[in-house]
């Protein structure tokens, strides 16, 4: 992929603070600075960006002063050669106001601090699949099936669809200028994004109730959420069970530290 076709990549890391469940746990003034493995969560995402060959730079976004200045993330974000830019009031809010720096014609790939198993390798086949497709915002989803195999005894949501259960990734790319008027939308999801009935609740009425019957399919729902927002959108599916796993609670720290440990014994 050459240079000018390269993302953007927006790595979000807004705080809720101390009292955010994973920073109380670990003692850490926010989340996006927890370790797993021995690295902040921020770093291992950050890295992670910069080694895959679909990414022309990095932009973290929302990173609180006070855990920017701490010198092991600071030096990891030099060293990444990591753009550090202010949020807003919500990850929706803060991607807008990322986007409105980056020039229209950029394709942009937004994810989140607490993706502390994401890897290159994730990074590329999302990428791949998403510049393959005819979209101008993707989403990327793995099976549940696979999140369960990759990750026994984890607990995540799920969307129900006909076609089987799917969970989310925080992977987003934003492949042209119109598919940044998608981001409205996207606050409506983030609002109710533990309970998936509400998400397809706001795509109407018809909608919901096949979803409540067990009748409404992914491919449905996808086309359903285009109309609605007037943009092309298109769900990844990935192949990786361990890209539905964010760092939301304690439990899920525990999780991440034992499959990144895993990770590098094999």
């Given at each position: 992929?050459?240079?000018?076709?390269?993302?953007?990549a927006?790595v979000?890391a807004?705080?809720?603070?101390?009292?955010?469940?994973?920073a109380?746990?670990?003692?850490?003034?926010?989340?996006?600075?927890?370790?797993?493995?021995g690295r902040?969560m921020?770093l291992r995402?950050v890295s992670?960006?910069?080694?895959?060959?679909?990414?022309?730079?990095?932009t973290?976004v929302?990173?609180?002063?006070e855990?920017?200045?701490?010198?092991?993330?600071?030096?990891g974000?030099?060293?990444?050669q990591?753009?550090i830019?202010?949020?807003?009031?919500?990850?929706?809010?803060s991607?807008?106001?990322?986007?409105?720096?980056?020039?229209?014609d950029?394709?942009?790939l937004?994810?989140?601090?607490d993706h502390?198993?994401l890897r290159?390798?994730?990074?590329?086949?999302f990428?791949?699949a998403?510049?393959?497709?005819n979209?101008?915002?993707?989403?990327?989803?793995?099976?549940?099936?696979l999140v369960?195999?990759?990750?026994?005894?984890?607990?995540?949501t799920v969307?129900?669809?006909?076609?089987?259960g799917?969970?989310?990734?925080?992977?987003?790319?934003?492949?042209?200028?119109?598919?940044r008027?998608?981001?409205?939308f996207?606050?409506?999801?983030?609002?109710?994004?533990?309970?998936?009935w509400?998400?397809?609740?706001?795509?109407?009425?018809?909608?919901?109730?096949r979803?409540m019957?067990?009748r409404l399919?992914?491919?449905?729902?996808?086309?359903?959420?285009?109309?609605?927002t007037?943009?092309?959108?298109?769900?990844?599916?990935?192949?990786?069970?361990?890209?539905?796993?964010?760092v939301?609670k304690?439990?899920?720290?525990m999780l991440?530290?034992?499959?990144?440990?895993?990770?590098?014994?094999?």
């Amino acid at each position: 992929m050459g240079r000018s076709d390269q993302f953007r990549a927006l790595v979000l890391a807004g705080s809720r603070g101390p009292e955010d469940p994973v920073a109380r746990e670990a003692g850490a003034v926010c989340k996006a600075v927890v370790p797993v493995a021995g690295r902040p969560m921020v770093l291992r995402v950050v890295s992670a960006l910069r080694a895959s060959d679909a990414v022309a730079d990095v932009t973290v976004v929302g990173l609180p002063e006070e855990c920017a200045r701490d010198p092991v993330v600071g030096a990891g974000l030099a060293e990444a050669q990591a753009g550090i830019v202010g949020g807003a009031g919500s990850p929706s809010a803060s991607v807008a106001l990322a986007l409105s720096s980056i020039a229209p014609d950029k394709k942009v790939l937004v994810t989140t601090a607490d993706h502390a198993l994401l890897r290159a390798e994730i990074v590329d086949t999302f990428v791949s699949a998403a510049v393959a497709g005819n979209a101008d915002v993707a989403i990327g989803l793995v099976r549940y099936d696979l999140v369960t195999a990759a990750c026994p005894g984890t607990r995540r949501t799920v969307t129900r669809f006909r076609d089987g259960g799917y969970c989310g990734t925080n992977l987003f790319a934003f492949l042209s200028e119109r598919g940044r008027d998608a981001v409205a939308f996207w606050s409506d999801i983030e609002r109710h994004r533990k309970h998936p009935w509400r998400i397809v609740r706001s795509l109407g009425p018809m909608t919901l109730f096949r979803y409540m019957t067990g009748r409404l399919s992914l491919e449905e729902a996808i086309k359903r959420l285009s109309v609605l927002t007037g943009v092309r959108v298109e769900a990844v599916l990935l192949p990786f069970g361990e890209a539905a796993v964010d760092v939301d609670k304690p439990e899920d720290l525990m999780l991440a530290e034992s499959l990144a440990g895993r990770s590098t014994t094999h």
